[in-house]
């Protein structure tokens, strides 16, 4: 109902534009037209006619501004509403000695047009402001808050937006962290990603064919799971031609947070001071840590470069080596660690039968 009315208060409108236009028409016009009823009529519709698309445009910017004023906090709502009123306030306070000037009739269109103007610039300046700094009006609303005077100080921050490359969405471990809700804030797929994972998805080679796709169905269930999180960007970077570039720009306008496995493009980011997450780097972060005396179940798998060794694995693929275990093979085995070795190609671990150790 709503939608209708807003259409039809628009065709009103350009109607009514269009009936006292003829009155604008030079008088010259005017002489040489018979019938100024009939003009008018032609106008009046003319002017009801264009005004329909214009009224569907501003009825579906109606509608999508509604749906993000819904999805936004009501501290936020409630500072950009005080920064916008404070804008026109200050512009209705700054403006108001233009229309005390004598300004000539022909030029009588500037006092309409600056207040026009004036009046969006410092209302869009109010909201820029409130963005900023109208967390703080929180502690003027609730001073007995604990959480608002944090927020107002600046201890505590809102979370930043996660901008997803393809490595990332193909690795799929994502999944997983948002799941343990670990990851927080907005997660942000660009357009141009999803273009990308559509182009291997389409690739000639099997194996790239497959990762596309396997990304294409990762990010359908986050959609579909986390749907108020996970948001597709339609924003695009003509000027920019690769996807990594495209990636860091988006997150240094956005001030978020670039999340990729890709080593390359985080060294990259990061010389432009985009913050990133490393899926890898956190993989490792979490790899427990064992220290000579600890104990673990272990299976071994294979023989190992010595007569009585065995080897096994742990579940990040980290090599153990256990001695005397060679004829344990298949087995599995309560071993205790005796050292840890970091090499180049990753860590490994030695250890013995627990009850060798024990003994």
Known sequence: MLDAIIVCLFMIAGASIGFH?????????????????????????????VAIPIGVAAQTAYRRLELRIRKMPADLVLSRSIGLVLGLLVANLLLAPIFLLPIPRELGFIKPLTAILGSIIFAYSGVNLADTHGRALLRL?????????????????PA???????????DGRIEALLRTGFIEGQILVPQF???????????????KRMRGRRGLDILNRLKETYADRVV?????????????????????????T??????????????????????????????????PGD???????????????????????TMVVVEEARDSI??????????????????????RPQADAIA
């Open 295 to 317: 104990s673990m179940e272990l299976k071994i798998l294979r023989e190992g470069k010595e007569p009585t060794q065995g080897v096994g694995y742990l579940e990040d693929g």
């Open 258 to 291: 670039l999340m990729t496995t890709d080593y390359n493009l985080n060294k990259v980011a990061s010389l432009q001071d985009v913050e990133v997450l490393n899926v890898n780097s956190l993989a490792q972060a979490l790899r427990p840590v064992y220290l």
């Open 232 to 256: 597709i960007c339609p924003g695009d970077y003509e000027d920019i031609s690769t996807v990594d570039a495209k990636l860091v720009r988006l997150a240094q306008e956005i001030n978020g």
């Open 21 to 49: 236009g003829v009155e604008l028409l030079p008088a010259s016009a005017l002489n040489s037209v018979d019938n100024i009823d009939g003009l008018r009529w032609v106008t009046t519709c003319f002017g009801g006619l």
């Open 330 to 351: 298949g087995d599995e085995l309560s071993v205790v660690v005796t050292s840890a070795l970091q090499t180049s190609a990753g860590r490994m671990i030695f250890a």
């Open 141 to 157: 609303i609730n001073p007995h808050s604990i959480e608002t005077m944090l927020v107002a100080e600046g201890t505590l921050k």
């Open 160 to 170: 930043s937006g996660k901008v997803l490359d393809t490595s990332c969405i193909i």
């Open 193 to 207: 990603v999803l273009q990308e994972l559509q182009t291997i998805a389409d690739a000639a080679k099997d194996q």
